[in-house]
């Protein structure tokens, strides 16, 4: 009796301790040290990995029309869950999905290098096939300038740290402010976002990306209006040939550095894409309209992902 009972005990301490450990490492994954993100990426010994420069990625480019379809085999993209989630299981299920975009580039006349983490990706299909804005990518699809530097590489780091350099550059749309690339994976498989279906004003979104620094920052709010906008407002300038620019406008917080973040319906969907921001201010006195006098909002704009299905010919 006195044994079984020793055996009880020990199995029961056992248990507490393992459930102690359990806790401990549920505790430990929560809180994340992004400072330590990149602590093993070492600059110097990082662009000898990349294969293509932003020359070769621009002579590319340059091949390419504005809005035409991906050229090559087809883009194989996930169809839209229907399963209702709630936040937390949205973030656990697509952070994985989502990259920061990096760039590297030699500083003249010093030759050193500099680190510039430039905005945010998600992934489309599972052999490599990205989203991200226009703008974010500007460098290399628009004329290059004395300012382009001919040695800079375009990359991406996901959730584990790993460096993944884009290789090829896929689609643009200058007025919808989207272009699709590929990375070299390394023989990895991506987990890719599934493509939904158009938001309605009043649909709950989320927004899931890095803003100036605050890595994997998930945000939620509301389509706001669907609407179509004039040239002026195309942040990512206007091509008079391309298509009538339209955008989703959402009130979820973001900023600076989410650019080309993904935006989320509640089934975990991508129904938008993070563009940009539009302050609105007036003149305190008079309460006329004018920039950067007291800010009373902002409006958040992105492109819908019906501008995404329609530039890969869906």
Do not use: W
Not at 153 to 169: A, C, E, P, R, S
Request: glycine fraction near 8%; charge should be neutral.
């Amino acid at each position: 009796m006195k044994t079984n009972q020793l055996i009880l005990l020990c199995a029961f301490a056992l248990l507490l301790h393992t459930s102690a450990r359990g806790q401990a490492a549920a505790t430990h994954n929560r809180y994340i040290d992004y400072q330590q993100f990149f602590s093993h990426l070492h600059l110097d010994t990082l662009s000898g990995k990349a294969t293509v420069s932003l020359k070769i990625l621009h002579d590319s480019a340059a091949l390419l029309a504005d809005e035409a379809a991906p050229k090559g085999e087809e883009i194989k993209t996930l169809r839209a869950s229907r399963k209702s989630l709630d936040g937390a299981s949205i973030y656990a299920l697509r952070k994985q999905s989502v990259f920061i975009i990096g760039k590297l580039s030699k500083a003249q006349p010093s030759g050193t290098t500099n680190f510039d983490l430039i905005g945010t990706a998600f992934a489309i299909s599972a052999n490599g096939v990205c989203v991200t804005n226009y703008h974010v990518l500007k460098d290399i699809l628009q004329k290059p300038t004395i300012a382009n530097n001919n040695d800079s590489l375009y990359f991406i780091i996901n959730t584990d740290g790993q460096v993944h350099f884009i290789d090829n550059i896929l689609a643009y749309s200058q007025n919808n402010d989207i272009a699709v690339f590929h990375i070299n994976t390394r023989g990895m498989s991506l987990v890719p976002l599934p493509l939904g279906r158009p938001a309605e004003v009043g649909d709950p979104v989320y927004c899931l990306s890095h803003p100036l620094g605050f890595f994997y920052y998930f945000s939620n709010g509301m389509v706001a209006r669907n609407v179509t906008i004039d040239k002026q407002a195309a942040a990512a300038g206007y091509n008079p040939l391309g298509r009538p620019p339209i955008r989703m406008e959402i009130t979820t917080d973001y900023a600076i550095g989410s650019s080309g973040g993904p935006i989320l319906d509640q089934c975990g969907n991508l129904v938008g894409i993070v563009s940009s921001t539009a302050p609105i201010s007036t003149d305190q006195g008079k309460g006329a309209i004018m920039a950067g006098v007291h800010q009373q909002m902002v409006v958040k704009d992105t492109a819908p992902v019906a501008a995404l299905l329609e530039l890969l010919g869906r």
